[in-house]
Protein backbone atom coordinates (compact mmCIF):
# COMPACT_ATOMS: atom_id res chain seq x y z
CA UNK A 1 0.00 0.00 0.00
CA UNK A 2 2.53 2.67 0.94
CA UNK A 3 4.87 1.71 -2.16
CA UNK A 4 1.70 2.15 -4.53
CA UNK A 5 0.36 5.48 -2.92
CA UNK A 6 3.93 6.72 -3.14
CA UNK A 7 4.46 6.37 -6.86
CA UNK A 8 1.29 8.14 -7.12
CA UNK A 9 2.75 10.97 -4.55
CA UNK A 10 6.15 11.34 -6.20
CA UNK A 11 4.41 10.70 -9.80
CA UNK A 12 2.34 14.53 -9.57
CA UNK A 13 4.86 15.64 -7.30
CA UNK A 14 6.97 15.59 -10.34
CA UNK A 15 4.25 16.75 -12.75
CA UNK A 16 4.05 19.85 -10.34
CA UNK A 17 7.73 19.92 -10.81
CA UNK A 18 7.59 20.10 -14.27
CA UNK A 19 4.94 22.49 -14.87
CA UNK A 20 6.89 24.71 -12.79
CA UNK A 21 10.31 24.60 -14.46
CA UNK A 22 8.23 24.39 -17.98
CA UNK A 23 10.19 20.67 -19.04
CA UNK A 24 8.64 17.88 -20.16
CA UNK A 25 7.17 15.59 -16.99
CA UNK A 26 9.14 12.61 -18.24
CA UNK A 27 12.00 13.73 -17.39
CA UNK A 28 11.86 14.15 -13.41
CA UNK A 29 9.33 11.05 -13.36
CA UNK A 30 12.39 9.13 -14.84
CA UNK A 31 15.21 10.21 -12.32
CA UNK A 32 12.73 9.66 -9.69
CA UNK A 33 11.98 6.29 -10.63
CA UNK A 34 16.19 5.70 -10.71
CA UNK A 35 16.47 7.38 -7.44
CA UNK A 36 13.96 5.12 -5.64
CA UNK A 37 14.60 1.99 -7.78
CA UNK A 38 18.49 0.58 -9.20
CA UNK A 39 20.15 3.97 -7.24
CA UNK A 40 18.07 3.34 -4.03
CA UNK A 41 20.01 -0.20 -3.79
CA UNK A 42 23.47 1.60 -3.39
CA UNK A 43 22.11 3.20 0.39
CA UNK A 44 19.67 0.72 1.64
CA UNK A 45 20.86 -1.99 4.11
CA UNK A 46 19.88 -4.83 2.40
CA UNK A 47 20.61 -3.16 -0.87
CA UNK A 48 16.40 -3.61 -1.99
CA UNK A 49 14.60 -0.77 -3.99
CA UNK A 50 12.48 2.04 -2.09
CA UNK A 51 10.24 0.25 -5.29
CA UNK A 52 9.83 -3.08 -6.54
CA UNK A 53 7.64 -3.48 -9.57
CA UNK A 54 9.15 -7.36 -10.23
CA UNK A 55 11.14 -9.29 -7.97
CA UNK A 56 12.88 -12.26 -8.91
CA UNK A 57 9.54 -12.79 -11.39
CA UNK A 58 6.61 -13.68 -9.69
CA UNK A 59 6.99 -11.24 -6.57
CA UNK A 60 6.51 -7.06 -5.73
CA UNK A 61 3.95 -4.94 -6.88
CA UNK A 62 3.41 -6.46 -10.16
CA UNK A 63 4.63 -10.22 -10.33
CA UNK A 64 5.20 -12.29 -13.81
CA UNK A 65 3.81 -9.96 -16.78
CA UNK A 66 1.20 -8.44 -14.93
CA UNK A 67 2.94 -4.89 -15.10
CA UNK A 68 3.42 -5.01 -19.19
CA UNK A 69 -0.21 -5.74 -19.01
CA UNK A 70 -0.63 -2.58 -17.43
CA UNK A 71 1.73 -0.54 -19.08
CA UNK A 72 -0.06 -1.98 -22.35
CA UNK A 73 -3.69 -0.63 -21.30
CA UNK A 74 -2.40 2.57 -20.47
CA UNK A 75 -0.48 3.37 -23.14
CA UNK A 76 -3.50 2.65 -25.38
CA UNK A 77 -5.34 5.02 -23.31
CA UNK A 78 -2.53 7.64 -23.42
CA UNK A 79 -2.57 7.13 -27.63
CA UNK A 80 -6.09 7.68 -27.79
CA UNK A 81 -6.25 10.83 -25.87
CA UNK A 82 -3.17 11.98 -28.55
CA UNK A 83 -5.45 10.88 -31.35
CA UNK A 84 -8.67 13.40 -29.63
CA UNK A 85 -6.40 16.24 -30.24
CA UNK A 86 -5.63 15.52 -34.16
CA UNK A 87 -7.11 17.99 -36.71
CA UNK A 88 -7.68 17.45 -40.33
CA UNK A 89 -7.60 21.44 -41.16
CA UNK A 90 -3.88 21.22 -39.29
CA UNK A 91 -2.22 19.34 -42.10
CA UNK A 92 -3.38 20.97 -45.07
CA UNK A 93 -0.05 22.29 -45.49
CA UNK A 94 2.16 19.38 -44.20
CA UNK A 95 0.31 16.62 -45.07
CA UNK A 96 2.99 15.09 -47.35
CA UNK A 97 5.92 15.55 -44.57
CA UNK A 98 4.15 13.96 -42.02
CA UNK A 99 3.37 11.10 -44.26
CA UNK A 100 6.73 10.21 -45.23
CA UNK A 101 8.18 11.22 -41.46
CA UNK A 102 6.08 7.93 -40.84
CA UNK A 103 7.42 6.13 -43.59
CA UNK A 104 10.67 7.24 -44.90
CA UNK A 105 12.49 8.38 -41.84
CA UNK A 106 11.19 5.27 -40.12
CA UNK A 107 13.07 3.52 -42.69
CA UNK A 108 16.39 5.64 -42.51
CA UNK A 109 15.62 4.93 -38.37
CA UNK A 110 15.55 1.77 -38.69
CA UNK A 111 18.70 0.80 -40.95
CA UNK A 112 20.78 3.82 -39.43
CA UNK A 113 20.63 3.12 -35.55
CA UNK A 114 20.20 -0.73 -36.05
CA UNK A 115 23.88 -0.59 -38.16
CA UNK A 116 24.78 1.71 -35.38
CA UNK A 117 24.15 -0.61 -32.37
CA UNK A 118 25.50 -3.48 -34.38
CA UNK A 119 29.42 -1.96 -35.11
CA UNK A 120 29.11 0.05 -31.86
CA UNK A 121 28.37 -2.68 -29.26
CA UNK A 122 28.90 -5.83 -31.29
CA UNK A 123 25.37 -6.87 -30.84
CA UNK A 124 23.65 -9.72 -33.31
CA UNK A 125 21.96 -8.17 -36.07
CA UNK A 126 18.21 -9.25 -34.82
CA UNK A 127 18.87 -7.95 -31.31
CA UNK A 128 20.12 -4.45 -33.36
CA UNK A 129 17.53 -3.97 -35.36
CA UNK A 130 14.80 -4.23 -32.34
CA UNK A 131 16.84 -1.79 -30.59
CA UNK A 132 16.72 0.54 -33.15
CA UNK A 133 12.85 -0.60 -34.09
CA UNK A 134 12.25 0.20 -30.37
CA UNK A 135 13.58 4.41 -31.12
CA UNK A 136 11.82 5.03 -34.27
CA UNK A 137 8.79 6.61 -32.27
CA UNK A 138 9.08 10.12 -30.25
CA UNK A 139 5.53 10.98 -28.76
CA UNK A 140 2.58 13.02 -27.63
CA UNK A 141 3.95 12.51 -23.94
CA UNK A 142 7.38 14.81 -24.46
CA UNK A 143 6.46 16.45 -27.74
CA UNK A 144 3.74 18.14 -26.34
CA UNK A 145 5.45 20.35 -23.10
CA UNK A 146 8.38 21.06 -25.04
CA UNK A 147 6.17 22.89 -27.85
CA UNK A 148 3.67 24.47 -25.80
CA UNK A 149 6.63 26.81 -24.14
CA UNK A 150 8.04 27.76 -27.71
CA UNK A 151 6.53 30.03 -29.91
CA UNK A 152 6.46 28.58 -33.54
CA UNK A 153 5.24 29.05 -36.83
CA UNK A 154 1.93 26.61 -36.67
CA UNK A 155 2.87 24.39 -39.50
CA UNK A 156 6.34 23.29 -37.83
CA UNK A 157 3.96 22.73 -34.38
CA UNK A 158 1.57 20.60 -36.66
CA UNK A 159 4.73 18.28 -38.00
CA UNK A 160 5.94 17.60 -34.46
CA UNK A 161 2.91 17.25 -32.71
CA UNK A 162 0.90 14.86 -35.80
CA UNK A 163 4.42 13.09 -35.96
CA UNK A 164 4.87 12.22 -31.96
CA UNK A 165 1.26 10.92 -32.41
CA UNK A 166 0.97 8.65 -35.71
CA UNK A 167 4.35 7.34 -35.41
CA UNK A 168 3.61 5.34 -32.10
CA UNK A 169 1.65 2.81 -33.34
CA UNK A 170 3.62 2.80 -36.57
CA UNK A 171 7.09 1.44 -34.28
CA UNK A 172 5.54 -0.43 -31.94
CA UNK A 173 4.47 -2.48 -35.25
CA UNK A 174 7.71 -2.73 -36.44
CA UNK A 175 9.28 -3.66 -32.89
CA UNK A 176 6.71 -6.92 -32.78
CA UNK A 177 7.28 -7.65 -36.04
CA UNK A 178 11.32 -7.94 -35.22
CA UNK A 179 10.22 -9.33 -31.70
CA UNK A 180 8.50 -12.24 -33.06
CA UNK A 181 11.60 -12.89 -35.71
CA UNK A 182 13.72 -13.07 -33.15
CA UNK A 183 11.16 -15.53 -31.33
CA UNK A 184 10.66 -17.55 -33.96
CA UNK A 185 14.45 -17.92 -34.72
CA UNK A 186 13.86 -15.95 -37.98
CA UNK A 187 14.54 -17.89 -41.04
CA UNK A 188 11.83 -18.27 -44.69
CA UNK A 189 9.43 -19.42 -42.72
CA UNK A 190 8.97 -16.09 -40.68
CA UNK A 191 9.89 -13.93 -43.90
CA UNK A 192 6.89 -15.47 -45.82
CA UNK A 193 4.17 -15.07 -42.85
CA UNK A 194 5.78 -11.57 -41.85
CA UNK A 195 4.02 -9.62 -45.05
CA UNK A 196 0.59 -11.68 -43.86
CA UNK A 197 0.89 -10.38 -40.39
CA UNK A 198 1.51 -6.80 -41.17
CA UNK A 199 -1.34 -6.36 -43.39
CA UNK A 200 -3.66 -8.60 -40.57
CA UNK A 201 -2.41 -6.08 -38.34
CA UNK A 202 -3.26 -2.63 -40.31
CA UNK A 203 -6.91 -4.01 -41.31
CA UNK A 204 -8.10 -5.16 -38.12
CA UNK A 205 -6.51 -1.63 -36.63
CA UNK A 206 -8.07 0.31 -39.28
CA UNK A 207 -11.35 -1.58 -39.53
CA UNK A 208 -11.99 -1.46 -35.77
CA UNK A 209 -10.92 2.29 -35.02
CA UNK A 210 -13.14 3.44 -37.45
CA UNK A 211 -16.02 1.12 -36.84
CA UNK A 212 -16.22 1.42 -33.14
CA UNK A 213 -15.22 5.34 -33.31
CA UNK A 214 -18.67 5.75 -35.26
CA UNK A 215 -20.38 3.60 -32.97
CA UNK A 216 -19.32 5.40 -29.81
CA UNK A 217 -20.53 8.54 -31.76
CA UNK A 218 -23.41 7.44 -32.74
CA UNK A 219 -23.94 6.33 -28.98
CA UNK A 220 -23.72 10.11 -27.69
CA UNK A 221 -25.22 11.47 -30.12
CA UNK A 222 -28.72 10.04 -29.96
CA UNK A 223 -28.02 10.15 -26.03
CA UNK A 224 -28.11 6.31 -25.27
CA UNK A 225 -25.10 7.08 -22.70
CA UNK A 226 -25.84 9.13 -19.82
CA UNK A 227 -24.06 12.28 -19.03
CA UNK A 228 -22.83 11.02 -16.04
CA UNK A 229 -21.45 7.96 -17.32
CA UNK A 230 -20.01 9.67 -20.75
CA UNK A 231 -16.61 10.05 -20.11
CA UNK A 232 -16.45 6.09 -18.21
CA UNK A 233 -18.29 4.40 -20.92
CA UNK A 234 -15.42 6.05 -23.13
CA UNK A 235 -13.19 4.49 -21.19
CA UNK A 236 -14.04 1.28 -21.18
CA UNK A 237 -14.60 2.02 -25.11
CA UNK A 238 -10.89 2.63 -25.61
CA UNK A 239 -10.05 -0.85 -23.65
CA UNK A 240 -12.04 -2.72 -25.06
CA UNK A 241 -11.27 -1.76 -28.69
CA UNK A 242 -7.70 -2.10 -27.87
CA UNK A 243 -7.77 -5.72 -26.28
CA UNK A 244 -10.80 -6.88 -29.16
CA UNK A 245 -8.50 -5.96 -31.59
CA UNK A 246 -5.30 -7.27 -30.04
CA UNK A 247 -7.20 -10.55 -29.43
CA UNK A 248 -8.15 -10.76 -33.28
CA UNK A 249 -4.70 -9.12 -34.53
CA UNK A 250 -1.77 -9.55 -32.07
CA UNK A 251 -0.38 -5.95 -31.42
CA UNK A 252 -3.05 -4.15 -33.65
CA UNK A 253 -4.14 -2.63 -30.11
CA UNK A 254 -2.38 0.67 -30.41
CA UNK A 255 -3.42 1.29 -34.12
CA UNK A 256 -7.07 0.51 -33.43
CA UNK A 257 -7.38 3.07 -30.32
CA UNK A 258 -5.46 5.82 -32.68
CA UNK A 259 -7.15 5.60 -35.60
CA UNK A 260 -10.16 5.50 -32.78
CA UNK A 261 -9.51 8.82 -31.35
CA UNK A 262 -8.40 10.48 -34.76
CA UNK A 263 -11.97 9.97 -35.99
CA UNK A 264 -13.66 10.76 -33.34
CA UNK A 265 -11.94 14.06 -32.92
CA UNK A 266 -13.12 14.79 -36.32
CA UNK A 267 -16.57 14.35 -35.84
CA UNK A 268 -18.87 16.76 -34.71
CA UNK A 269 -19.16 15.49 -31.87
CA UNK A 270 -21.01 16.90 -28.48
CA UNK A 271 -19.48 17.09 -25.16
CA UNK A 272 -16.22 15.73 -27.02
CA UNK A 273 -14.36 18.73 -24.77
CA UNK A 274 -15.37 17.06 -21.84
CA UNK A 275 -14.41 13.62 -22.96
CA UNK A 276 -11.33 15.38 -23.97
CA UNK A 277 -10.52 17.21 -20.26
CA UNK A 278 -11.28 13.57 -18.72
CA UNK A 279 -8.57 11.94 -20.90
CA UNK A 280 -5.92 14.31 -19.90
CA UNK A 281 -6.28 14.15 -16.28
CA UNK A 282 -6.25 10.35 -16.91
CA UNK A 283 -3.18 10.30 -19.12
CA UNK A 284 -1.36 12.62 -16.54
CA UNK A 285 -2.01 10.24 -13.43
CA UNK A 286 -1.11 7.00 -16.32
CA UNK A 287 2.06 8.92 -17.57
CA UNK A 288 2.90 9.49 -13.78
CA UNK A 289 2.91 6.14 -12.51
CA UNK A 290 4.48 4.46 -15.76
CA UNK A 291 7.65 6.41 -15.87
CA UNK A 292 8.06 5.72 -12.77
CA UNK A 293 7.46 2.03 -12.50
CA UNK A 294 9.31 1.39 -15.77
CA UNK A 295 12.28 3.40 -14.67
CA UNK A 296 12.63 1.44 -11.27
CA UNK A 297 12.27 -1.86 -12.54
CA UNK A 298 15.97 -0.90 -13.98
CA UNK A 299 18.74 -2.71 -12.23
CA UNK A 300 22.15 -1.34 -11.78
CA UNK A 301 23.55 -4.08 -13.88
CA UNK A 302 21.65 -2.50 -16.87
CA UNK A 303 22.81 1.04 -15.90
CA UNK A 304 26.65 -0.11 -16.00
CA UNK A 305 26.07 -1.78 -19.63
CA UNK A 306 25.93 1.59 -20.74
CA UNK A 307 27.62 3.93 -18.97
CA UNK A 308 30.59 3.79 -21.18
CA UNK A 309 31.81 6.03 -24.34
CA UNK A 310 30.18 3.84 -26.90
CA UNK A 311 27.12 4.68 -25.50
CA UNK A 312 27.43 8.00 -25.91
CA UNK A 313 28.72 7.44 -29.59
CA UNK A 314 25.66 5.18 -30.23
CA UNK A 315 23.48 8.26 -28.64
CA UNK A 316 25.37 10.88 -31.00
CA UNK A 317 24.95 9.27 -34.25
CA UNK A 318 20.87 8.57 -33.57
CA UNK A 319 20.85 12.49 -32.38
CA UNK A 320 23.08 14.54 -34.76
CA UNK A 321 23.16 12.13 -38.07
CA UNK A 322 19.84 9.83 -38.42
CA UNK A 323 17.07 11.89 -37.33
CA UNK A 324 18.32 14.72 -39.36
CA UNK A 325 18.66 12.32 -42.27
CA UNK A 326 15.57 11.58 -41.83
CA UNK A 327 14.02 14.58 -41.53
CA UNK A 328 15.60 16.33 -44.13
CA UNK A 329 14.56 13.16 -46.79
CA UNK A 330 11.13 12.96 -45.88
CA UNK A 331 10.71 17.59 -46.28
CA UNK A 332 12.29 17.36 -50.13
CA UNK A 333 10.35 19.33 -52.10
CA UNK A 334 8.14 20.55 -49.21
CA UNK A 335 6.95 23.98 -48.09
CA UNK A 336 9.55 23.77 -44.75
CA UNK A 337 12.27 25.96 -44.98
CA UNK A 338 16.18 24.53 -43.99
CA UNK A 339 15.58 26.01 -40.69
CA UNK A 340 12.50 25.08 -39.88
CA UNK A 341 14.12 21.50 -41.30
CA UNK A 342 16.57 22.14 -38.85
CA UNK A 343 14.59 22.34 -35.44
CA UNK A 344 12.36 19.32 -36.38
CA UNK A 345 15.51 17.42 -36.66
CA UNK A 346 16.46 18.45 -33.29
CA UNK A 347 13.65 18.09 -31.56
CA UNK A 348 12.81 14.18 -31.37
CA UNK A 349 12.10 12.68 -27.84
CA UNK A 350 12.24 9.64 -27.34
CA UNK A 351 8.62 8.90 -24.96
CA UNK A 352 6.61 6.19 -23.13
CA UNK A 353 5.63 3.74 -25.85
CA UNK A 354 9.32 3.02 -26.27
CA UNK A 355 10.01 2.59 -22.73
CA UNK A 356 7.35 0.18 -22.06
CA UNK A 357 7.68 -1.94 -24.99
CA UNK A 358 11.59 -1.87 -24.22
CA UNK A 359 10.98 -3.09 -21.08
CA UNK A 360 8.35 -5.84 -22.01
CA UNK A 361 10.95 -7.32 -24.81
CA UNK A 362 13.82 -6.91 -22.87
CA UNK A 363 12.70 -9.00 -20.11
CA UNK A 364 10.99 -11.15 -22.72
CA UNK A 365 14.02 -12.02 -24.18
CA UNK A 366 16.65 -12.37 -21.47
CA UNK A 367 14.58 -15.11 -19.76
CA UNK A 368 14.82 -17.12 -22.86
CA UNK A 369 18.45 -16.55 -23.00
CA UNK A 370 18.72 -14.49 -26.22
CA UNK A 371 22.23 -13.28 -26.41
CA UNK A 372 22.55 -9.32 -26.12
CA UNK A 373 18.65 -9.25 -25.01
CA UNK A 374 20.29 -7.58 -21.78
CA UNK A 375 21.21 -4.34 -24.09
CA UNK A 376 17.70 -3.84 -25.01
CA UNK A 377 15.98 -2.03 -21.83
CA UNK A 378 19.06 0.13 -20.86
CA UNK A 379 20.02 1.25 -24.58
CA UNK A 380 16.70 2.62 -25.21
CA UNK A 381 16.05 3.96 -21.78
CA UNK A 382 19.60 6.10 -22.50
CA UNK A 383 18.21 7.19 -25.69
CA UNK A 384 14.78 8.55 -23.72
CA UNK A 385 16.41 9.89 -21.04
CA UNK A 386 19.37 11.58 -23.33
CA UNK A 387 16.71 13.00 -26.00
CA UNK A 388 14.46 14.25 -23.29
CA UNK A 389 17.06 15.85 -21.51
CA UNK A 390 18.71 17.50 -24.37
CA UNK A 391 15.57 18.79 -26.05
CA UNK A 392 14.19 19.92 -23.40
CA UNK A 393 16.95 22.25 -22.05
CA UNK A 394 18.06 23.61 -25.56
CA UNK A 395 15.12 23.36 -27.61
CA UNK A 396 14.19 26.69 -26.78
CA UNK A 397 17.60 28.23 -27.58
CA UNK A 398 17.75 26.03 -30.92
CA UNK A 399 14.74 27.71 -32.08
CA UNK A 400 16.30 31.39 -31.65
CA UNK A 401 19.22 30.15 -33.22
CA UNK A 402 18.03 28.60 -36.55
CA UNK A 403 15.39 31.40 -36.14
CA UNK A 404 12.44 29.75 -36.01
CA UNK A 405 11.34 31.39 -32.92
CA UNK A 406 8.88 34.33 -33.24
CA UNK A 407 10.26 36.90 -31.55
CA UNK A 408 7.06 38.79 -31.93
CA UNK A 409 3.84 37.12 -32.13
CA UNK A 410 1.39 38.91 -34.60
CA UNK A 411 -1.50 35.97 -34.44
CA UNK A 412 -4.87 37.61 -32.68
CA UNK A 413 -7.03 35.46 -30.45
CA UNK A 414 -10.83 36.52 -30.34
CA UNK A 415 -12.94 35.40 -27.40
CA UNK A 416 -16.12 34.98 -28.85
CA UNK A 417 -17.60 33.75 -32.28
CA UNK A 418 -20.49 35.93 -33.28
CA UNK A 419 -21.56 37.34 -36.44
CA UNK A 420 -19.51 40.63 -35.67
CA UNK A 421 -16.68 38.26 -34.50
CA UNK A 422 -16.84 36.28 -37.32
CA UNK A 423 -16.96 39.43 -39.72
CA UNK A 424 -13.71 41.28 -38.04
CA UNK A 425 -12.23 37.69 -38.31
CA UNK A 426 -12.83 37.22 -41.82
CA UNK A 427 -11.46 40.70 -42.38
CA UNK A 428 -8.17 39.94 -40.48
CA UNK A 429 -7.57 36.81 -42.17
CA UNK A 430 -7.98 38.43 -45.67
CA UNK A 431 -4.95 40.79 -44.46
CA UNK A 432 -2.93 37.72 -43.74
CA UNK A 433 -2.70 37.77 -40.57
CA UNK A 434 -3.52 34.23 -38.23
CA UNK A 435 -6.94 34.74 -36.36
CA UNK A 436 -8.28 32.12 -34.24
CA UNK A 437 -12.43 32.34 -32.95
CA UNK A 438 -12.60 30.79 -29.26
CA UNK A 439 -16.07 29.95 -28.26
CA UNK A 440 -18.20 27.84 -25.89
CA UNK A 441 -20.97 27.78 -28.30
CA UNK A 442 -21.01 25.14 -30.94
CA UNK A 443 -23.01 26.80 -33.35
CA UNK A 444 -21.26 29.93 -33.77
CA UNK A 445 -17.82 27.46 -33.86
CA UNK A 446 -19.64 25.56 -37.14
CA UNK A 447 -20.73 28.72 -38.57
CA UNK A 448 -17.02 30.48 -38.12
CA UNK A 449 -15.83 26.85 -39.60
CA UNK A 450 -18.30 27.46 -42.46
CA UNK A 451 -16.28 30.41 -42.98
CA UNK A 452 -13.27 29.03 -43.45
CA UNK A 453 -11.98 30.59 -40.30
CA UNK A 454 -9.91 28.54 -37.35
CA UNK A 455 -12.35 27.75 -34.48
CA UNK A 456 -11.59 26.19 -31.21
CA UNK A 457 -15.05 25.49 -29.27
CA UNK A 458 -13.64 25.81 -25.58
CA UNK A 459 -14.57 27.13 -22.02
CA UNK A 460 -12.43 29.94 -21.05
CA UNK A 461 -12.63 28.98 -17.73
CA UNK A 462 -10.78 25.41 -18.17
CA UNK A 463 -7.50 25.32 -18.64
CA UNK A 464 -7.79 24.15 -22.34
CA UNK A 465 -7.13 27.26 -24.20
CA UNK A 466 -3.41 27.47 -22.15
CA UNK A 467 -2.60 24.22 -23.30
CA UNK A 468 -2.82 24.56 -26.98
CA UNK A 469 0.08 24.87 -28.54
CA UNK A 470 -1.46 26.08 -32.10
CA UNK A 471 -1.37 29.11 -30.24
CA UNK A 472 2.10 30.02 -29.72
CA UNK A 473 2.17 33.06 -32.36
CA UNK A 474 -0.86 34.40 -30.69
CA UNK A 475 0.19 38.07 -29.27
CA UNK A 476 -2.98 39.72 -29.48
CA UNK A 477 -6.58 39.41 -27.36
CA UNK A 478 -9.42 40.60 -28.50
CA UNK A 479 -12.66 39.67 -26.02
CA UNK A 480 -15.89 40.62 -27.92
CA UNK A 481 -18.62 38.76 -26.38
CA UNK A 482 -22.09 39.94 -25.15
CA UNK A 483 -21.17 39.14 -21.23
CA UNK A 484 -18.79 41.80 -19.75
CA UNK A 485 -17.60 39.36 -16.75
CA UNK A 486 -16.58 36.78 -19.55
CA UNK A 487 -14.47 39.83 -21.14
CA UNK A 488 -12.98 40.73 -18.37
CA UNK A 489 -12.22 37.08 -16.81
CA UNK A 490 -10.36 36.63 -20.53
CA UNK A 491 -8.57 39.84 -20.07
CA UNK A 492 -7.51 39.03 -16.75
CA UNK A 493 -6.39 35.37 -17.41
CA UNK A 494 -5.09 34.81 -20.77
CA UNK A 495 -3.20 38.51 -20.92
CA UNK A 496 0.32 37.48 -20.33
CA UNK A 497 0.11 34.28 -22.37
CA UNK A 498 -2.12 35.33 -25.31
CA UNK A 499 -1.89 39.75 -25.10
CA UNK A 500 1.45 40.26 -24.87
CA UNK A 501 1.54 42.84 -27.48
CA UNK A 502 -1.94 43.69 -26.62
CA UNK A 503 -5.40 42.74 -24.74
CA UNK A 504 -8.60 44.64 -25.62
CA UNK A 505 -12.00 44.22 -24.75
CA UNK A 506 -15.32 45.90 -25.29
CA UNK A 507 -16.50 48.54 -22.66
CA UNK A 508 -19.05 48.20 -21.06
CA UNK A 509 -22.86 49.75 -21.14
CA UNK A 510 -21.95 51.38 -17.83
CA UNK A 511 -18.40 52.12 -18.54
CA UNK A 512 -19.91 53.53 -22.73
CA UNK A 513 -22.07 55.76 -20.25
CA UNK A 514 -18.83 57.27 -18.06
CA UNK A 515 -16.15 57.88 -21.11
CA UNK A 516 -14.08 59.53 -18.45
CA UNK A 517 -13.41 56.98 -16.97
CA UNK A 518 -12.66 54.83 -19.99
CA UNK A 519 -10.73 51.20 -19.20
CA UNK A 520 -7.32 51.04 -20.16
CA UNK A 521 -8.36 47.98 -22.38
CA UNK A 522 -10.94 49.35 -23.98
CA UNK A 523 -11.57 48.67 -27.46
CA UNK A 524 -12.28 50.45 -30.50
CA UNK A 525 -14.19 53.17 -29.02
CA UNK A 526 -15.55 54.71 -25.80
CA UNK A 527 -18.95 55.05 -27.16
CA UNK A 528 -19.81 51.90 -28.34
CA UNK A 529 -20.80 48.43 -26.53
CA UNK A 530 -21.25 44.93 -27.42
CA UNK A 531 -24.92 45.84 -28.39
CA UNK A 532 -24.21 48.79 -30.64
CA UNK A 533 -21.60 46.21 -32.41
CA UNK A 534 -23.99 43.60 -33.02
CA UNK A 535 -26.67 46.51 -33.90
CA UNK A 536 -24.42 48.12 -37.02
CA UNK A 537 -23.11 44.47 -37.93
CA UNK A 538 -26.73 43.80 -38.99
CA UNK A 539 -27.43 47.01 -40.29
CA UNK A 540 -24.35 47.17 -42.36
CA UNK A 541 -22.77 43.51 -43.02
CA UNK A 542 -19.52 44.67 -43.93
CA UNK A 543 -16.09 45.93 -43.38
CA UNK A 544 -15.45 49.06 -44.84
CA UNK A 545 -12.06 51.06 -45.72
CA UNK A 546 -11.43 54.69 -46.22
CA UNK A 547 -7.89 56.17 -46.84
CA UNK A 548 -6.36 58.14 -44.53
CA UNK A 549 -4.75 61.38 -45.93
CA UNK A 550 -2.21 62.70 -42.63
CA UNK A 551 -2.39 62.23 -39.13
CA UNK A 552 -4.88 65.33 -38.38
CA UNK A 553 -7.46 63.34 -40.99
CA UNK A 554 -7.37 60.12 -38.78
CA UNK A 555 -8.20 62.51 -36.08
CA UNK A 556 -10.46 64.30 -37.82
CA UNK A 557 -12.11 60.65 -38.99
CA UNK A 558 -12.67 59.66 -35.31
CA UNK A 559 -14.13 62.67 -34.11
CA UNK A 560 -16.24 61.93 -36.90
CA UNK A 561 -17.25 58.29 -35.38
CA UNK A 562 -17.68 59.47 -32.41
CA UNK A 563 -20.45 61.93 -33.13
CA UNK A 564 -22.05 59.70 -35.54
CA UNK A 565 -23.80 56.55 -34.57
CA UNK A 566 -23.79 54.29 -37.11
CA UNK A 567 -19.61 54.13 -37.13
CA UNK A 568 -17.63 52.63 -35.31
CA UNK A 569 -13.88 52.53 -36.24
CA UNK A 570 -11.87 49.01 -35.81
CA UNK A 571 -8.28 48.91 -37.36
CA UNK A 572 -5.79 51.33 -39.40
CA UNK A 573 -4.51 49.20 -42.01
CA UNK A 574 -1.03 50.72 -43.82
CA UNK A 575 -0.19 50.08 -47.32
CA UNK A 576 1.72 46.93 -46.62
CA UNK A 577 -1.39 45.16 -45.29
CA UNK A 578 -0.35 44.95 -41.91
CA UNK A 579 -3.16 46.11 -39.38
CA UNK A 580 -3.39 47.61 -36.26
CA UNK A 581 -5.58 47.42 -33.10
CA UNK A 582 -7.75 50.67 -32.50
CA UNK A 583 -8.22 50.73 -28.88
CA UNK A 584 -10.68 53.44 -27.31
CA UNK A 585 -7.97 55.58 -26.89
CA UNK A 586 -8.30 55.95 -30.44
CA UNK A 587 -7.31 59.99 -30.76
CA UNK A 588 -3.94 58.82 -29.33
CA UNK A 589 -2.58 56.38 -32.02
CA UNK A 590 1.02 57.54 -33.49
CA UNK A 591 2.73 56.85 -36.76
CA UNK A 592 -0.02 56.75 -39.35
CA UNK A 593 1.95 55.87 -42.52
CA UNK A 594 1.26 57.48 -45.82
CA UNK A 595 -1.17 55.37 -47.93
CA UNK A 596 -3.08 53.63 -44.73
CA UNK A 597 -6.70 52.75 -44.28
CA UNK A 598 -9.25 53.37 -41.27
CA UNK A 599 -11.48 50.01 -41.40
CA UNK A 600 -14.66 50.71 -39.81
CA UNK A 601 -18.25 49.01 -39.64
CA UNK A 602 -21.19 50.84 -40.30
CA UNK A 603 -22.19 52.89 -43.06
CA UNK A 604 -20.27 54.35 -46.02
CA UNK A 605 -18.39 57.73 -45.62
CA UNK A 606 -18.25 60.69 -48.20
CA UNK A 607 -14.71 61.17 -48.18
CA UNK A 608 -15.64 64.74 -49.82
CA UNK A 609 -17.08 65.84 -46.59
CA UNK A 610 -14.63 65.41 -44.60
Known amino acids: MLELAGIIILGILAQWVAWKFKIPAILPLILIGLLVGPIATLITSDHTKLIQPIWNGSEGLFPGESLFYFVSLAISIILFEGGLTLRRNEILNVGPVIIKLITVAVVVTFFGAGLAAHFIFGLSWPISFLFSSLIIVTGPTV ?147 LFILLSANINMEDLRLVFNWKAALLFAIVVFLVRPLGVFLSSSKSGLKTNEKLFISWVGPRGIVAAGIASLFGLKLYKVGIPGAQYITPLVFMIVLGTVLLNATTARLFAKLVGVFLNKSEGILIIGASKVSRLIAVYIKNNNRHVVLVDSNRDNINKAKDLGLEAIEANIYGDQLGNNIELNDVGYLMALTGNSDINKYAINKFSRQFGEHGSFRLITTEEMKDPKNNPQQGLFSHTDDYYKLIELAEKYPGIQEIKIKNQKHYRTLIDLTEEDNDIIPLFIKDAKKSIRIISSFSKEMEEIEEGSFLAYIGKPIDIEEI
Request: net charge neutral; hydrophobic share 55%.
Open 143 to 289: ITPILRNIPLKKDVSAVLKWEGILIDPIGALVAVLVFEFIRAGGGEEFTFTALYEFAKIVLVGLTFGFTFAHALAFSIKRKVIPHYLLNVVTLAAVLGVFVLSDVFAHESGLLSVVVMGMVLGNINLPSLNEILYFKESLSVLLISI
